[in-house]
């Protein structure tokens, strides 16, 4: 049950410091901020490493993409059951042994490398099996920030984790590429376990988390169907899934092709190419700044409103043939897009959900990361035959039809203003 707070904090930055402030007190979320920032380096520089090393051994881009689909479709197939781990066992846990396992798997890619003895099965079988242990632990990842800060600090808390992913994202590229030029993939590697490894030593530091876990004796099918029917029946929970998931598989697919994209439409280098994720990057670090300022009790239409802008500047971004217009729109689209649209339904989905069910809620969730990877090929069959502007226009146009849908125009939609998170 949802209250209104009973008081609110002064206005304009001073209220922007003291939300922020209010959560980096917790020493156990000061912990969780550590690891995830460590994880977002490794994460956010692997697809870049193991893609330079793919195309060292083989010098083709049809490998690469193959390997983004080893680790895309394991990503999205786990989920549920990874939600359904994240209710059953203790989520320190989870993330423990998944942290461990991915730096495992990357040293013994390094130690392949280094030797001069990997193969490219050898990677295909990193890729596939780090698509089934890092889907096994973004449920509890993200589910955990509700274990460790109160209701009326999930938004903040999230808008700080993001921002540490993000920033992360900006950074693990170009340090990783340097260690490249100067030493070799495998040094690259090497750090990236490294990363993996010491983000497992920051969770373990994490105190025990005070919830309720349910009873041993009921099966996991159970506790699957249980989370069904409570999305169901929940008509906020189940209108966020329906509409972030449509937001991934359709207006995000662009993410794995913009440099074949660049490339045709702007004839865009690797050099530039590389700016325009940097821009990206700027850009979703921007917009999880901006989160701490809006109001708790206006996040499900700041959702909205980040979902239909995303629409516009994303088409924007699909007709521009001019380089720097183009850096300015991928720019925004970073911002509504990975910066807001996907902390703010986070948020919703930890504050609208109780906490025996909210990692198989968040597992449903989390397919739309997964579905970056599996829009990303019809997309580019799609563009084959219309032109990129028309298909990302399509792909953009389809997610906001199914926002406008499913939370404006059919029966059973949600409440424009679902309430404020509770105060305590």
Known sequence: MQTQETSLPASGLRAYRNRLAMVWRQ????????????????????????????????????????????????????????????????????????????GGIIAALAFLTITDIVAVWHVYTAAF?????????????????????DQRSIL???????MAVHVGRMVGPPVAGVIIEIWSVGASLAVMAGCYLVS???????GPLSRSLPSATQSVFRNFADGVVYIKNNPMVLTVIIITCAFGGFGMSHMQVVPAMAKDVLGAGAGEIGLLFLG???????????????????????????????????????????????????????????????????????????????????????????FHFLGAFPLALAAGQLGWEVAITIAGGLSMVTTVWFAFLRRGKPDLNPGEVVAT
Not at 200 to 206: G, Q
Not at 282 to 304: D, E, N, W
Request: no cysteine; hydrophobic share 55%.
């Open 27 to 102: 020493n156990d979320f000061r912990w969780y901020w550590l690891s995830s920032s460590l994880q977002g380096l490794g994460q956010g520089t692997q697809f870049m490493v193991i893609g330079w090393l793919v195309l060292q051994i083989t010098d083709s881009s049809a490998q690469l993409g193959l390997v983004i689909f080893l680790y895309g479709a394991p990503n999205v197939s786990l989920l549920l059951v990874a939600g359904v781990l994240a209710d059953r066992f203790d989520r320190r846990h989870i993330l423990m042994a998944t942290q461990a396992t991915v």
């Open 129 to 149: 099996a780090m698509g089934v242990v890092q889907a096994l632990s973004m449920p509890a990842r993200m589910t955990m920030i509700g274990d460790l800060v």
């Open 156 to 162: 903040d808390a999230v808008a700080m984790q993001n």
């Open 200 to 206: 497992m030593a920051m969770v373990a530091k994490i």
């Open 280 to 370: 990206s990057g700027i850009g979703s670090l921007a917009g999880s700044m901006i989160l701490p300022a809006i109001s708790r009790s206006h996040v499900y239409r700041a959702l909205l409103l980040s979902l239909l802008v995303f629409t516009a500047v994303l088409t924007l971004f699909a007709w521009s043939n001019w380089f720097w217009a183009t850096f300015v729109f991928f720019t925004l689209v970073g911002v509504m897009g990975v910066g807001m649209v996907w902390p703010l339904a986070t948020t919703m989905i930890q504050v609208e959900t109780s906490a025996e069910v909210r990692g198989r809620v968040m597992g449903m969730l989390q397919f739309t990361p997964g």
